[in-house]
């Protein structure tokens, strides 16, 4: 069955350390993928996503993502988090002939906490 | 540009009563969806919609109604509700295709005891 997986669900970081969150999926197929961002108290919106060329993909507030595909793996990356990076992350793939977003799967999110 | 908008923010109901959950957005997008967010458990699909008129079931479909009359607006109904449906519900739209990001209303908390 298809499916994502994020290994962390809950991170505690000081201020200025390096992230690295973890997105495996299982999907037969081409992929789009995503990672979205939830601030406490508020909606889902999107922090990047690759659908194709550079597997390198920058997104908002000084995030990036890699996608690898020999591992099926697209991890969130940011070199010095913020506390106002507290939130919870979620993972996202879409199959590329999926049509629109009805079959989107999503990870179960990982909390992040960062301390000042 | 107000996106999606989503209301109420808060509900309480009593076992069995019924309400709408309106939501509506303003980028003429062809895709919408209703989710339900539960700790531990992710986000799960209830009902989504490829464009007016047209509906179908998500992964969580039972105890929930929705229909789409109009590009804009598509509402959720919970018809007799029942405690295990406290949730937090997002409403989402799309532009079609599987590389189109999904734009999220700021949710409804409701609450049924």
């Known amino acids: 069955a298809q499916s994502v997986s994020q290994h962390n669900h809950h991170v505690i970081l000081s201020e200025a350390a390096s992230l690295e969150l973890g997105c495996n999926y299982s999907y037969g197929g081409t992929v789009n993928l995503f990672w979205y961002v939830q601030y406490p108290g508020q909606h889902l919106q999107l922090l990047l996503k690759y659908f194709s060329g550079d597997p390198l993909v920058k997104g908002i507030k000084g995030f990036e993502a890699e996608f690898i595909k020999s591992k099926f793996s697209f991890n969130l990356r940011k070199p010095s988090v913020q506390w106002s990076d507290t939130a919870e992350y979620f993972c996202?793939?879409?199959?590329?002939?999926?049509?629109?977003?009805?079959?989107?799967?999503w990870g179960l999110g990982t909390s992040l906490a960062v301390n000042p | 540009n107000a996106g999606v908008t989503q209301t109420p923010k808060f509900q309480v109901l009593k076992t069995g009563q019924s309400m709408t959950l309106q939501c509506a957005q303003d980028?003429?997008?062809?895709?919408m969806s209703w989710y339900r967010q539960d700790p531990g458990m992710g986000l799960r699909l209830i009902h989504y919609s490829v464009g007016a008129g047209i509906t179908d079931q998500g992964e969580v479909p039972n105890g929930y109604n929705v229909s789409r009359s109009t590009t804009e607006d598509f509402p959720l109904r919970l018809l007799s509700a029942a405690p295990s449906q406290t949730s937090v519900y997002f409403c989402?739209?799309?532009?079609?295709?599987?590389?189109?990001?999904?734009?999220f209303g700021n949710g409804t908390r409701l609450t049924v005891t």
């Open positions: 996202a793939v879409n199959g590329e002939n999926a049509g629109n977003n009805r079959k989107l799967i």
């Open positions: 989402a739209s799309s532009r079609q295709g599987a590389n189109s990001p999904l734009h």
């Open positions: 980028m003429n997008h062809e895709y």
